[in-house]
């Protein structure tokens, strides 16, 4: 180890290697803001991956390319623009501070990948001016890194290897601590271009390896198996979701999919939440006028689309071409409304579950479709309108239903007019109602649609059987800091 290596490559007490995300969760924000490294935190992360380039004044900012797009639509190089123009042109570019300061509060590490000449001695003086700890630098120019082992860095130094390069001779060439394996590119199985031979000769030499931005379940699921220091991903929620914890009881129901970061009742929120290791999808379904039935929560298009007017008005073709995604944020332009079948498909495809509310679809309808489809036994269902959820139970003694004490006139009432396989819970009344659920044979399931960490560190405390909840990162969060 290097004298002058004070801040060891920081570790996870599981020693599972670091979930890196790469320019933040990149797949879900535009790369390198601060959405991007904040979702990035609640998706998982570890360590943000962060590109550095100079100011004209030499100050060290946050993009992977040295030309940016002004908010006036000019393309600006940052190298011509000082800190302060750049800030009046450019005004959501993040300074490497601020990227600090926000990852010690959601308690991330920071990888630095130095894009500009000379950006490492004052890359390294912001770490030190804010005394921060967990964080590594690198580049692919040898240069570049060997100034920073030469220039005596108390950070892990890593140099990136481009495919087709020798590792070690890069690590030669730089003194560098970490080998930074960019081989993203290497044919469907670049896991295997990491050999044992590879790795015994990186051990025999005390280096360091990290892994390049992966995306690929099939792929992750190798990579997490080498001991290796960390893998970067544009899905942070592939590495670092609820299926990294030692061992989990409480299955989640994703209220409208992840909607504090992707659109509501879309593809990508469904997406997002399977992806997370989350259990069920909570979605709406309406009918079309034309008899399709989509994936929608208000009666209107209006909220969640450009369009306006009342879905039961509409065909599934006027509907679909809407865009669902932008009223979001601009990342998520061209989402488009699901139908329901798109929704289960996806479900089947990963083996999970669904919770479909059903607003407004006649009941032998909406069971005729899941029927049809064979997914009965893999949903549960629930309707604000008590008279169609009672038709649905009498059409389908097989369906699974959820209630809700509260919509009843008492216990009693609710399992003798709809025998619910599921009863929602609220946090005040958890206590009383679940045991009394299970004593019956019912399922109790949590709901909690705020986002106070202090009552989702109750929460992890009682480890309900189900919650159905808007923020399921803080409920991982919660469960991590148990674990």
Same mark, same amino acid.
């Given at each position: ?89 450019? $005004? ?5 501070? #601020? ?53 005596? !860095? ?26 930074? @394996? !960019? ?19 990186? #051990? ?21 198996? @080498? ?8 899905? $942070? ?110 479900? #089947? ?29 893999? !949903? ?8 169609? @959820? ?24 609710? !399992? ?44 992890? #405390? ?22």
């Amino acid at each position: 180890m290097r004298s002058t290596l004070r801040h060891p490559w920081p570790a996870r007490p599981d020693g599972r290697p670091l979930c890196i995300a790469h320019r933040g969760a990149s797949a879900h924000a535009k790369e390198g803001t601060r959405d991007a490294f904040v979702f990035a935190a609640d998706l998982g992360s570890d360590m943000w991956e962060v590109d550095i380039w100079l100011t004209a004044d030499g100050r060290p900012v946050v993009s992977h390319d040295p030309i940016v797009t002004a908010v006036d639509g000019r393309s600006v190089r940052i190298a011509n623009l000082t800190l302060s123009a750049l800030a009046e042109n450019c $005004p959501d570019l993040p300074t490497l501070a #601020q990227i600090v300061r926000l990852a010690g509060e959601r308690d991330q590490a920071l990888y630095l990948d130095l894009k500009a000449r000379g950006a490492g001695p004052p890359s390294v003086a912001v770490l030190e001016s804010d005394g921060f700890e967990p964080a590594a630098l690198g580049a692919f120019d040898d240069a570049e890194a060997r100034a920073l082992v030469e220039g005596g !860095c108390p950070w892990p130094v890593t140099v990136l290897v481009r495919l087709g390069e020798d590792p070690f001779l890069r690590a030669d060439a730089t003194g560098a601590d970490i080998i930074h @394996l !960019c081989w993203e590119h290497g044919g469907d199985r670049p896991q295997d271009l990491v050999t044992p031979e590879l790795i015994a000769e990186a #051990q025999r030499r005390s280096l360091g390896i990290a892994i390049w931005h992966e995306e690929r379940a099939e792929v992750l699921a190798d990579l997490v198996k @080498l001991p290796v220091l960390g893998i970067c991903t544009d899905n $942070p929620e592939r590495l670092g979701g609820f299926h990294v914890l030692p061992e989990r009881r409480i299955e989640v129901v994703c209220h409208r999919g992840i909607n504090h970061i992707a659109p509501e009742n879309t593809m990508a929120a469904a997406r997002l939440t399977y992806d997370m290791g989350c259990d069920w999808l909570e979605l709406d379904v309406r009918q079309t006028r034309d008899g399709e039935i989509v994936v929608i929560h208000d009666a209107s298009v209006d909220r969640t689309s450009d369009g306006t007017g009342a879905v039961a008005n509409m065909t599934f073709a006027e509907i679909r071409a809407l865009d669902a995604g932008t009223w979001k944020a601009p990342h998520w332009v061209g989402e488009r409304v699901p139908s329901l079948g798109e929704a289960i498909a996806l479900c #089947q495809s990963l083996g999970r579950k669904m919770y479909i509310e059903n607003k407004s679809v006649p009941a032998a309808a909406l069971l005729d479709f899941v029927r049809e489809r064979g997914f009965l036994q893999d !949903c549960f269902f629930w309707s604000p309108d008590a008279e169609l @959820l009672r038709e649905m139970r009498r059409l389908e003694p097989a369906a699974n239903i959820k209630s809700n004490i509260e919509h009843h006139d008492g216990f009693e009432d609710m !399992c003798s007019s709809l025998s619910p396989q599921i009863c929602e819970i609220q946090v005040d009344t958890w206590e009383v109602q679940a045991p009394l659920c299970r004593a019956h044979g019912i399922r109790p399931m949590l709901q909690y649609f705020g986002d106070d960490p202090a009552v989702f560190r109750r929460i992890a #405390q009682w480890q309900p059987e189900m919650i159905n909840l808007d923020r399921a990162d803080l409920l991982l969060a919660a469960l991590k800091a148990r674990a």
